[in-house]
């Protein structure tokens, strides 16, 4: 196993992780490319990549994540919800060899499904739903819950609504405007604050971030900011990463004035609409069982958390960090426990 900056990786590195991501399709999230790796590095969180090679010196395997002392993280962390080796079908990889040149652990809270050889390290799984969009507007609806169908119905309606009390409607699917990205980032900031979330954004390289990837047009991968305005006012936008067939639902958000009209469904019909002239197929809507998520998804896969490493002292402070965090989120005082849970979430760290 090499450890290398990812601004040390040479054509071999980056041909081998191309020609392995392509070759298995449980790694067609646009986490997995490297243009995202790339985005991340270059927004100033640097990024180490572990390269392991066969006794031919063929690159088999790479994982892309941030060193903090002796811990690893996935690449793009806390924000990447989709983690895991670049591997081939067929291929093992040992989580163990993870743990060379410094690394005493590797965390992880969004492991991609199927991969075997960490099911020894995996605490815990959550749902993260998935729309599949192929065919379109008239696609999904053959396949949504009757639910999500209703919802859809309604959003049409809204939006005339919106109409008629605030102006026309406008969507804009793909536009590359850091002043619209800077509104989405100050509207999802006002959001963390008024549920007590951790703001996202409070880190600089985190805004530097989007507005990289918001300029990122190479083939198969990129940025895309879709913007929903009534009149002069923007009601909802969401910012996500695409690469190939795969939108990831990243940083949705809506205008909270607007709340009635429920904007974000509204959203994302639109973008249902537009997926075939998109290329997209699939929307991944993210970890978590949220309400809107439930009623839109027409499927779901799981995503792991745990940590890999040798020491049974950290293996048994993680245990007991996720159970009282759990607890404190299930707790009908959940609202005024979030610190509390923010803090323990510290301990793991």
Known sequence: MRWLRFDELGPRELDAWHAIRSANPALDSPYFHPGFAAAVHASG????????????????????????????????????????????????????????????????????????EFEPWIRSRRVSPHVDVSGGLDGYLGRASKSGRDNISQARRRAAKAERELGPVKFQVDVVDEELLGQ??????????????????AEPDRLNLLRRLLHTRDEGFGGLLSTLHAGPNLIAAHFGIRSDSVLHWWFPVYAPEHGRLAPGWMLLRELVVAAPALGIDRI???????????????????????????????????????????????????????RVARGLRNLRR
């Not at 980032?185 to 008024?194: H, I, M, S």
């Open 284 to 338: 991944d809507l993210g970890r978590g069982d949220d309400e809107y998520k439930r009623r839109a998804k027409t499927g779901e896969t799981q995503v792991g958390q745990g940590i890999v490493t040798r020491s049974g002292g950290r293996l048994a402070l993680r245990r007991v960090a996720d159970g009282m965090v759990a607890a404190a989120k299930s707790s009908p005082l959940a609202p005024g426990l979030r």
């Open 184 to 201: 989405l980032v100050e509207l999802k900031r006002g959001q963390y604050r008024a549920t007590g979330a951790r703001d996202f954004f």
């Open 45 to 116: 969180r640097t990024v180490h990549v572990a390269v392991d090679t066969d006794d031919a010196g063929r690159v088999r395997a790479l994982l892309p994540g941030h060193r903090a002392g002796s811990t690893l993280r996935p690449v793009g962390w806390p924000g990447a919800d989709f983690q895991g080796p670049i591997v081939r079908p067929g291929e093992s990889f040992s989580p163990l060899t993870l743990l060379s040149a410094g690394v005493r652990s590797f965390e992880f809270d969004h492991l991609v499904d199927g991969v075997a």
